[in-house]
Protein backbone atom coordinates (compact mmCIF):
# COMPACT_ATOMS: atom_id res chain seq x y z
CA UNK A 1 0.00 0.00 0.00
CA UNK A 2 1.38 3.40 -1.18
CA UNK A 3 1.08 6.27 1.26
CA UNK A 4 0.92 10.20 0.98
CA UNK A 5 1.72 13.01 3.85
CA UNK A 6 -0.22 16.47 3.72
CA UNK A 7 2.57 18.80 3.72
CA UNK A 8 1.47 21.70 1.34
CA UNK A 9 0.08 24.01 4.83
CA UNK A 10 1.61 27.35 4.65
CA UNK A 11 1.80 27.09 9.00
CA UNK A 12 0.28 30.50 9.51
CA UNK A 13 -0.95 30.02 12.95
CA UNK A 14 2.83 28.92 13.64
CA UNK A 15 4.39 32.31 13.24
CA UNK A 16 6.95 33.47 13.85
CA UNK A 17 8.26 29.85 14.00
CA UNK A 18 7.17 29.09 10.32
CA UNK A 19 8.70 32.41 9.26
CA UNK A 20 11.49 30.49 7.29
CA UNK A 21 10.40 26.97 6.99
CA UNK A 22 7.55 24.98 6.30
CA UNK A 23 5.58 23.57 9.59
CA UNK A 24 6.79 19.90 8.93
CA UNK A 25 10.61 20.98 9.82
CA UNK A 26 10.22 22.19 12.95
CA UNK A 27 12.32 20.43 15.32
CA UNK A 28 10.99 18.10 18.17
CA UNK A 29 13.38 16.68 20.31
CA UNK A 30 16.16 16.95 17.66
CA UNK A 31 14.57 15.75 14.78
CA UNK A 32 12.01 17.55 11.73
CA UNK A 33 8.41 16.80 12.90
CA UNK A 34 8.05 15.06 9.24
CA UNK A 35 10.80 12.88 9.51
CA UNK A 36 9.01 10.92 12.82
CA UNK A 37 6.12 10.28 10.19
CA UNK A 38 8.16 8.90 7.41
CA UNK A 39 10.09 7.20 9.89
CA UNK A 40 6.95 5.13 11.15
CA UNK A 41 5.87 4.80 8.15
CA UNK A 42 9.02 3.14 6.87
CA UNK A 43 9.31 0.64 10.02
CA UNK A 44 5.59 -0.37 9.48
CA UNK A 45 6.57 -1.47 5.96
CA UNK A 46 5.62 0.89 3.93
CA UNK A 47 7.93 1.78 0.58
CA UNK A 48 6.57 4.24 -1.62
CA UNK A 49 5.39 7.78 -0.06
CA UNK A 50 4.02 10.94 -2.01
CA UNK A 51 4.01 14.14 -0.81
CA UNK A 52 2.72 17.55 -1.52
CA UNK A 53 4.28 20.64 -1.26
CA UNK A 54 4.03 23.94 -1.26
CA UNK A 55 4.88 26.61 0.98
CA UNK A 56 9.00 26.39 1.26
CA UNK A 57 8.54 22.83 -0.28
CA UNK A 58 11.96 22.78 -1.56
CA UNK A 59 13.46 22.78 1.85
CA UNK A 60 11.38 19.75 2.53
CA UNK A 61 11.91 17.98 -0.72
CA UNK A 62 16.30 18.94 0.28
CA UNK A 63 15.83 17.47 3.57
CA UNK A 64 14.01 14.28 2.55
CA UNK A 65 15.64 13.41 -1.00
CA UNK A 66 14.23 10.25 -2.89
CA UNK A 67 14.28 8.38 0.60
CA UNK A 68 16.86 6.08 0.25
CA UNK A 69 18.04 6.75 4.09
CA UNK A 70 15.06 5.58 5.09
CA UNK A 71 14.13 2.91 2.45
CA UNK A 72 11.63 4.14 0.75
CA UNK A 73 11.06 5.44 -2.63
CA UNK A 74 9.49 8.84 -2.06
CA UNK A 75 7.73 10.91 -5.23
CA UNK A 76 6.87 14.72 -4.84
CA UNK A 77 3.56 16.98 -6.23
CA UNK A 78 4.48 20.37 -6.11
CA UNK A 79 1.14 22.66 -5.87
CA UNK A 80 1.00 25.99 -8.05
CA UNK A 81 -1.84 26.92 -5.50
CA UNK A 82 -2.55 25.82 -1.90
CA UNK A 83 -5.32 23.11 -2.71
CA UNK A 84 -5.93 22.00 1.00
CA UNK A 85 -6.55 18.68 2.17
CA UNK A 86 -8.89 17.47 -0.30
CA UNK A 87 -7.90 19.31 -3.18
CA UNK A 88 -4.55 17.93 -2.69
CA UNK A 89 -5.20 14.56 -2.24
CA UNK A 90 -6.80 14.72 -5.56
CA UNK A 91 -4.51 16.36 -7.17
CA UNK A 92 -1.80 13.33 -6.43
CA UNK A 93 -4.13 10.42 -7.62
CA UNK A 94 -2.02 10.30 -10.52
CA UNK A 95 1.27 8.75 -8.37
CA UNK A 96 -1.59 7.03 -6.02
CA UNK A 97 -2.64 4.31 -8.00
CA UNK A 98 -6.27 3.36 -7.96
CA UNK A 99 -5.93 1.04 -4.84
CA UNK A 100 -6.60 2.23 -1.73
CA UNK A 101 -3.72 4.14 0.12
CA UNK A 102 -2.95 5.47 3.56
CA UNK A 103 -3.05 9.36 3.94
CA UNK A 104 -1.64 11.43 6.73
CA UNK A 105 -1.55 15.11 7.64
CA UNK A 106 2.50 16.25 8.05
CA UNK A 107 1.53 18.47 11.36
CA UNK A 108 1.01 15.60 13.54
CA UNK A 109 3.00 14.26 16.08
CA UNK A 110 1.85 10.74 16.93
CA UNK A 111 2.99 7.71 18.78
CA UNK A 112 0.26 5.66 16.44
CA UNK A 113 1.64 2.70 15.11
CA UNK A 114 0.90 2.11 11.07
CA UNK A 115 1.41 -1.56 11.37
CA UNK A 116 -1.98 -1.90 12.59
CA UNK A 117 -3.43 0.59 10.14
CA UNK A 118 -6.80 -1.02 9.08
CA UNK A 119 -7.08 -1.63 5.10
CA UNK A 120 -10.78 -0.62 4.19
CA UNK A 121 -13.06 -3.51 3.03
CA UNK A 122 -13.86 -3.67 -0.76
CA UNK A 123 -17.39 -1.93 -0.19
CA UNK A 124 -15.04 0.74 1.66
CA UNK A 125 -14.69 4.39 0.67
CA UNK A 126 -12.28 4.76 3.83
CA UNK A 127 -11.29 3.94 7.24
CA UNK A 128 -10.44 6.36 8.82
CA UNK A 129 -8.24 6.82 12.50
CA UNK A 130 -10.63 8.41 15.50
CA UNK A 131 -9.19 10.61 18.82
CA UNK A 132 -10.41 12.17 22.09
CA UNK A 133 -11.67 15.50 21.22
CA UNK A 134 -8.61 17.66 22.22
CA UNK A 135 -9.24 21.20 24.25
CA UNK A 136 -9.48 23.18 20.47
CA UNK A 137 -12.16 21.08 19.21
CA UNK A 138 -14.62 19.76 21.60
CA UNK A 139 -17.45 18.98 19.03
CA UNK A 140 -15.62 16.39 17.42
CA UNK A 141 -16.23 15.19 13.80
CA UNK A 142 -17.88 12.05 13.64
CA UNK A 143 -19.25 8.53 16.23
CA UNK A 144 -18.52 4.83 15.57
CA UNK A 145 -21.20 2.88 15.55
CA UNK A 146 -20.94 -1.22 17.12
CA UNK A 147 -19.98 -2.31 13.75
CA UNK A 148 -17.32 0.02 13.13
CA UNK A 149 -19.03 2.42 10.51
CA UNK A 150 -18.78 6.03 11.29
CA UNK A 151 -21.89 8.11 11.80
CA UNK A 152 -22.91 11.50 12.34
CA UNK A 153 -24.97 10.01 15.28
CA UNK A 154 -23.61 9.73 18.81
CA UNK A 155 -21.19 10.36 20.56
CA UNK A 156 -18.24 12.20 18.03
CA UNK A 157 -15.02 12.09 17.95
CA UNK A 158 -12.31 13.64 16.26
CA UNK A 159 -10.41 12.76 13.13
CA UNK A 160 -6.57 12.33 13.35
CA UNK A 161 -5.43 12.93 9.84
CA UNK A 162 -4.34 9.14 9.71
CA UNK A 163 -6.69 6.81 7.86
CA UNK A 164 -6.79 4.81 4.32
CA UNK A 165 -9.07 6.20 1.67
CA UNK A 166 -10.21 4.25 -1.28
CA UNK A 167 -9.39 6.73 -4.97
CA UNK A 168 -13.75 6.01 -5.41
CA UNK A 169 -14.20 8.41 -2.62
CA UNK A 170 -13.16 11.87 -4.72
CA UNK A 171 -14.92 9.65 -8.23
CA UNK A 172 -16.99 13.07 -7.62
CA UNK A 173 -14.67 15.50 -6.64
CA UNK A 174 -13.95 18.45 -8.96
CA UNK A 175 -10.11 19.70 -9.18
CA UNK A 176 -9.33 22.50 -7.26
CA UNK A 177 -9.10 23.72 -3.63
CA UNK A 178 -11.06 22.09 -0.83
CA UNK A 179 -10.97 20.61 2.10
CA UNK A 180 -11.55 16.72 2.96
CA UNK A 181 -14.14 16.75 5.00
CA UNK A 182 -16.05 17.78 2.17
CA UNK A 183 -16.15 14.42 0.68
CA UNK A 184 -16.04 12.63 4.67
CA UNK A 185 -19.68 13.92 5.16
CA UNK A 186 -20.91 12.82 3.08
CA UNK A 187 -19.66 9.67 2.96
CA UNK A 188 -20.38 8.66 6.25
CA UNK A 189 -23.98 10.06 6.23
CA UNK A 190 -24.22 7.19 3.68
CA UNK A 191 -22.45 4.73 6.36
CA UNK A 192 -18.95 4.25 3.56
CA UNK A 193 -16.64 4.95 5.74
CA UNK A 194 -15.66 2.79 8.71
CA UNK A 195 -13.23 4.09 11.70
CA UNK A 196 -11.38 3.37 14.72
CA UNK A 197 -10.53 4.84 18.50
CA UNK A 198 -7.08 5.67 19.17
CA UNK A 199 -6.21 6.04 22.54
CA UNK A 200 -2.79 7.16 22.97
CA UNK A 201 0.01 10.12 22.14
CA UNK A 202 -1.46 12.24 19.36
CA UNK A 203 -1.10 16.05 19.40
CA UNK A 204 -2.34 18.20 16.20
CA UNK A 205 0.88 20.45 16.08
CA UNK A 206 -1.04 23.39 15.10
CA UNK A 207 0.07 26.36 17.50
CA UNK A 208 2.58 27.59 18.88
CA UNK A 209 1.35 25.71 22.27
CA UNK A 210 0.91 22.52 20.53
CA UNK A 211 4.47 22.50 18.77
CA UNK A 212 5.67 23.00 22.74
CA UNK A 213 3.48 20.41 23.89
CA UNK A 214 4.99 18.12 21.23
CA UNK A 215 8.41 18.72 22.17
CA UNK A 216 7.83 17.95 25.67
CA UNK A 217 6.05 14.56 25.17
CA UNK A 218 8.84 13.43 22.38
CA UNK A 219 11.35 14.42 24.90
CA UNK A 220 9.73 12.32 27.57
CA UNK A 221 9.68 9.39 25.27
CA UNK A 222 13.24 9.32 24.67
Known sequence: MKAMILAAGEGQ?????TRDRPKALLPVNGRPLIQYLVESLAQAGFQELVINLFYR?????KFLGEG???????RYIRET????????????????GSEPFAVINADLYTEFDFTTLKRPAPQSLGHLVMVDNPAHRTRGDFGIDKGGRLSMEGERLTYSGIGVLSPRLFE??????FPLRDLLIPAVAGGHLT??????????????????????RAGEQT
Open 172 to 177: TATKGR
Open 13 to 17: RMQPL
Open 81 to 96: ELLETGGGILNALPLL
Open 68 to 74: ERFEMHI
Open 57 to 61: GEMIE
Open 195 to 216: GEHFREGWIDVGTPERYHEACE
